[in-house]
Every structure is written in C-alpha cells, then in structure tokens.
C-alpha cells in the first residue's frame, strides 16, 4: 500500500474485490450502498477502505437513497459511487435519472444475477443490459460498461471512473456473480499506467459562472457545492444557470448537447477488445462473463482448422457501432452469446442488418461453457 493508501502489490483477488480497489484508485472517497447478493463484497471492502484512504462510506437504508447519497456527495466534489444487483438497481432508477438530468458523474456498479424480481440471487446472468441502458425515463445521456475478469474489474472501474468525471455523465459498470465472486492472481498497479482524470473545475469568476453552459465540448465545467460557486440544481429542464425553463428552444439545445458531448467522446469512450480477428473468417461478438468462454472455445477452434475470433464489448452504449460493422463485414458467420434471452444481440443486429448471425442464449443461472461456443461454432 503506497502513501495514498492505494494497494500495490500482487495479490490473489475477488472480482467484487478488485472493483472497490479500482475505484479508490481512480480517487472515490466518497460510497453509499445497502448490502444485497451478489455485490455486497464491494461495499464491505469499501467499508474497510474508505477510512483508510480519508474517505467516507455510509450503509444507506435502502436502494434509492443510496443513489440521492452518492449524487450528493458528487455535488460536493467527491468522486463517489455505490454498487448493486438487480433488485436494487431497479430501485435506483428514479435517482439515476436525476444524475442524468443534473449531469453529476457517478459510477454505480451492478453485479448482476438471475431475475427477474429476486430472482436467484447467487446465480449469474445478464439480463440487466437493457435496463442498464434504459432503466430510467426519458432520453438521457449514460454510459455502460461491462467486466469480464478480475484485471477488468480494476482497471475498467478506473476508466469508468475518469469517462464519468470527463464527461459529466453517469457511468453504469456491469459485473456478475461469475465475475465478481472469481478469485485470480492480480498485479497492482497494471503493467500500463493508468491516467487519473478529475472533473474541470470552472475558470471565470462566480458570478460568471454557468453550470450547464455550452461549450466546444459539450461539456460545462464543474464547480462543488459549498465552494463560492452558485450551483441551481433541479430534475427539471433548465437553462444554463441551472434554474427550470421549458422554452422549446431551450429543451431542444439541452438535449443536442447531451448528444454531443457524448459522441465527440466516441474515441475514448468506446472500448474494445480483439482476440485473433485479423484473419477471422466466423466470430464471436460477446461481453462480461461470457467472454472467458469465448477465448477458449476460439483456441478450441482454431486448433480445428476453424479460423475464428473474438470480440469483446467492454463498452456496450453508446455501442460501438463501428468496430462492430468492422467485424461482421469481414466475416461470413457471427455468434452472440449471451446469459438472457437476447439483448446485445439486437444491438449487433441493427448495425448490419444483412449479417449472417447466430445467437446462443442461457438464461438458468448457469455459465455458457466453452464446449458450447465450440459446438455452435462448428455447426457455422
């Protein structure tokens, strides 16, 4: 542990783990949660953690209140963040909206397992794709990512972290009971520096200041609540100072910029990860958990002669629609596997519509094995 109270080392670690350390990494000081299956390592270790490193943890006494918390706390000038299952993300919504509306940047964490309802709490799946996207009303701007091993579980938590801070946006990073209860060997810090980014705090004067200005990038400087600056906050549609206004030109401009600013940040938003794909003639486009079966059944495969390739989404909205097209171009067949009935698929399926795909679904609490892949694979 260096002097910022940062683990460094090498350690033998929980996926649920690793995201908590990713995050005091990435500078959160700041968690509010309530204990729930299979995410609730990730608020222990945060309980443990933040009064190590000067921050702050608080058990909420439900879902929805956690989310207020941590949308406060962010406001304040922490970077902050809570975690979840399925149950209690679906709670979360209403206050995911606000963080939305209000563009204050938090990360909240869904270890997902079976539903829907309570479902099977200490079985996996991935069936919270759409909400994750949608969950809320309204056309909002939000990110989701999503972890497929330990390593990811820390270094994507810092990047969902600084995308979050960069672009004043929610960030939903989604896990699952596979991946946030395996334990594997983790070096800390990774091998690649990782760039912390803090929000950009405003330039002018206070009485100049705009919350929710435009600007080149979409984006309006931030100031924290209690820092000289004054800050409207409000659900409604408001003008730049924060305050509510629902002139048509006004709404119109509010929402071409949540548009904008997330587009322009396509680049470093976006993320991807290619596994033997330059000579790929059948694919597997697929993310999270599954994507640990994917690899293997590529190795199975091209020690059949089958000349197969991977890509993983770690990025899943906005969906990176480009690398995708990428994929099925040179292609002649695609499987999508996933843990629900077909989510991720559409979305792969609405960028080429005349793109040979197959899907594989399973929805019983149980893991997409190799051998399926495989088996599917070859029947492409």
């Known amino acids: 542990m260096n002097r910022d109270g940062v683990l460094t080392g090498e350690f033998f670690m929980m996926g649920d783990i690793a995201c908590a350390e990713g995050a005091i990494s990435a500078g959160c000081r700041f968690f509010g949660g309530y204990p729930i299956t299979p995410a609730t390592e ?30 406060g706390a962010s406001l304040a000038g922490s970077k902050s963040m809570t975690a979840t299952s399925g149950p209690g993300f679906s709670l979360m919504q209403e206050n995911l909206g606000y963080a939305c509306m209000t563009e204050v940047p938090v990360v909240v964490v869904n270890v997902m397992r079976g539903g829907p309802s309570t479902g099977m709490p ?51 990073l989604l896990s699952d ?62 003008d730049s100072k924060g305050f509510p206004c629902f002139r048509p030109d006004v709404v119109k401009a509010f929402h071409k910029r949540m548009i904008r600013k997330l587009a ?48 993983q989404l770690v990025t899943l909205f906005p969906f990176p629609k480009t690398v995708v097209d990428s994929v099925l171009r040179q292609c002649r067949a695609v499987l999508v ?4 009935m077909g989510q991720i698929v559409r979305e792969v399926r609405a960028v080429n519509q005349t793109a040979t795909l197959t899907q594989l679904n399973r929805f019983d609490g149980l893991m997409i094995t190799p051998d399926q892949i495989f088996a599917k694979l070859l029947r492409m």
């Open 42 to 71: 990730v608020a222990e270790r945060m309980a443990a953690r933040m009064p190590q490193v000067g921050g702050t943890y608080i058990q909420m006494e439900d879902e929805l209140a956690s989310m207020g918390a941590v949308i």
């Open 122 to 172: 200490t079985s996996s799946a991935q069936s919270d794709v759409m909400q994750a996207r949608w969950g809320t009303h309204g056309d909002h701007p939000i990110i989701v990512m999503a972890v497929s091993t330990v390593s990811d579980s820390y270094e994507i938590t810092v990047h969902a972290f600084n995308i979050s801070e960069k672009y004043r946006v929610p960030v939903v």
């Open 177 to 238: 009971e596979i991946v946030g209860h395996t334990r594997e060997a983790i070096t800390l810090p990774p091998n690649n520096p990782m760039e912390v980014f803090n929000r950009i705090k405003p330039s002018v004067p206070p009485e100049w200041y705009e919350p929710y200005e435009d600007n080149s990038r979409g984006v309006p400087p931030m100031a924290a609540i209690g820092s000289g600056y004054r800050h409207h906050v409000t659900g409604l549609m408001h």
């Open 264 to 311: 322009n940040g396509a680049n470093d938003i976006q993320m991807t990860k290619g596994y033997m794909l330059d000579d790929a003639e059948v694919a597997i486009i697929t993310f999270g958990a599954v994507s640990r079966s994917a690899i293997r059944a590529v190795k199975l495969a091209r020690a059949q002669g089958i000349k197969a390739g991977f890509l």
């Open 337 to 340: 596997p996933e843990m629900n």
